[in-house]
């Protein structure tokens, strides 16, 4: 049987694209996640996985599709081959039901790894830059020092409660209490 699989990211993202290159394919069955491909827990995929039979073949529109490091990338594909099924990445023309088409999948995942690697090391760059030059990132504080010492003082002195004080400064009971 030929089996697709498709993945994007965000919920608010659109598998379309994918699922019609893979029924163009010939994809028999469909399995999709709407999850990122860092997590390595994802429903579709497990559901996926567990079904395989010897012969399935394996069909995604890009390899990035089934996992974003290497190392996953090598261990879903194990997965797929110990069930004795293949693997079919359309977009870079990977079959891993032959000797040549095994080569190219290692020569792809290990390139995607290392430019995966390379923009994270140009983001840590780029951080550090910024806070060489006294900017940091991240979402500003929900409360100022000064109001964090002023929630503190009206939660042991005044007696009120946390939800009392974060509806006064218009915040969350949550940051209330990490103040």
Request: glycine residues 8%.
């Amino acid at each position: 049987m030929i089996i697709g699989y498709a993945r994007v990211s965000t919920a608010d993202q659109s598998l379309d694209a994918q699922t019609d290159a893979l029924t163009a394919a010939g994809v028999e069955r469909m399995f999709a996640d709407k999850i990122t491909g860092t997590a390595r827990k994802r429903p579709e995929l497990d559901r996926m996985l567990d079904q395989l039979r010897p012969g399935d073949v394996v069909v995604v529109a890009k390899y990035d599709r089934l996992a974003r490091s290497l190392h996953d990338l090598l261990d879903i594909v194990k997965t797929v081959q110990d069930a004795g099924a293949g693997f079919r990445s359309l977009a870079e023309d990977i079959d891993t039901t032959t000797p040549a088409g095994r080569l190219v999948f290692h020569v792809f995942a290990s390139i995607a790894q290392f430019e995966r690697e390379r923009i994270s090391e140009r983001t840590k760059e780029g951080l550090e830059a910024a806070r060489k030059r006294g900017r940091f990132g991240g979402r500003p504080a929900a409360l100022s020092n000064a109001q964090r010492d002023e929630a503190r003082r009206m939660r042991d002195e005044d007696g009120r409660s946390l939800a009392e004080i974060a509806r006064l400064f218009g915040v969350s009971v949550s940051t209330v209490r990490r103040a």
